[in-house]
């Protein structure tokens, strides 16, 4: 592979991952229109919808290994719908109450939870060097949280933090049990049949509670923005970038998802971290590196370097990496991004 081509598809993940990173941020632009969460998730549901299954017309073959869905497929389909709804409802809630640069620092840990989920299910203890990124990574949001101490944590700091962590968790386990899922089925129709079902699970939810969703024109605008540019667009993005470099070194980029987001956070909505807080943040971001990637920070930046100068004509190790292992910004991926834990974890 010539670096050239790697080039472009470092800057189609690259774009993914900004794509992804203004999703919180959009939608504190729906709510200032007054229209509910549960207006803004209904309406995206439904508009990236078809988007997906075009996507599966039109790119969507299989590779081998892999077959065509079946009816077991739609009953599995329908229980990671349902934990897909479940992330989404308590993201999009988070945001409503908190910065969206601390609720996408609280989502960006999930990969430690994918970490203890594989441990249960294999009855097995983590290695040491996973157990330290874990307390590193934790430590990390302990200062996000609370960087003057626990005590002087709002109720509704709490509150939303809980949230974008059931989000995290929620994710996890969606994310750690459907990737066998997407092995068989492609992970192309694994995202059009679970956004399908995440959205009926959307539409049973609102007729259940009818709550209400104060739908508005500038709302509907904003959330059509998400739906199509936030969630559709940088799936396809992300998609034909790990199909030309690998999913190792695509999940590597995405690792900048929360810096872009706490940058537009700041420029747009003037959210600001305090010192403790920044530093709080940069220990995140290099205990979930190590975590998805088992590599050290001087390593993630070798890593990252990599392909801009690796000699022409010479594939690089990673875009080996199967292109089912799917990572990109997490969080943010509970927009029909499939991923799945790197094989690391």
């Known amino acids: 592979m010539t670096t050239k081509p790697q080039g472009s598809a470092l800057t189609l993940v690259l774009l993914s991952t900004v794509a992804f990173a ?3 941020l959009l939608a504190k632009y729906v709510y200032a229109t007054g229209m509910t969460v549960d207006g803004l998730l209904l309406l995206r549901f439904l508009i990236a919808l078809p988007f997906f299954w075009i996507g599966v017309y039109l790119f969507g073959k299989h590779r081998p290994g892999e077959r065509k869905m079946m009816r077991v497929d739609i009953l599995w389909g329908a229980l990671y719908g349902g934990l897909f709804f479940a992330a989404a409802l308590f993201d999009f809630t988070a945001v409503s109450l908190i910065d969206v640069t601390v609720s996408r620092i609280v989502l960006f840990t999930f990969p430690a939870i994918v970490l203890i989920l594989e441990c249960l299910h294999k009855w097995r203890l983590p290695p040491l060097r996973q157990i330290v990124c874990f307390i590193v990574t934790y430590v990390g949001l302990v200062l996000v949280l609370a960087p003057t101490g626990i005590g002087a944590v709002s109720d509704q700091l709490w509150l939303g933090a809980s949230l974008a962590f059931a989000s995290a968790l929620t994710y996890a386990v969606y994310l ?3 990737q066998r899922m997407i092995a068989v089925i492609g992970s192309m129709h694994f995202a059009a049949l679970v956004n399908t079902m995440a959205g009926a699970s959307m539409v049973l939810y609102e007729l259940i509670l009818t709550k209400p969703l104060n739908l ?5 605008l904003w959330t059509a923005g998400i739906s199509i ?3 559709v667009i940088p799936f396809f993005l992300l998609y034909e970038g790990i199909r030309r470099i690998g999913a190792t070194q695509a999940a590597l980029i995405s690792l900048s998802g929360p810096a872009m987001t706490f940058f537009a956070a700041w420029l747009l909505l003037d959210e600001v971290l305090t010192a403790p807080q920044t530093i709080g943040f940069a220990v995140v971001i290099v205990g979930v ?3 998805k990637n088992g590599v050290t ?5 070798r890593l990252l370097s990599r392909p801009l100068f690796s000699a022409t004509g010479r594939r690089s190790t990673s875009a080996t990496a199967s292109s089912t292992d799917i990572q990109s910004d997490a969080p943010d991926a509970a927009d029909g991004a499939v991923q799945t834990p790197g094989k690391g974890t």
């Open 297 to 301: 920070l001087a390593g993630l930046g």
């Open 229 to 231: 540019f936030c969630t």
């Open 216 to 220: 508005n024109v500038d709302g509907v």
């Open 176 to 178: 750690y049990f459907g």
């Open 289 to 291: 590196a190590s975590i």
């Open 22 to 24: 203004m999703k919180g």
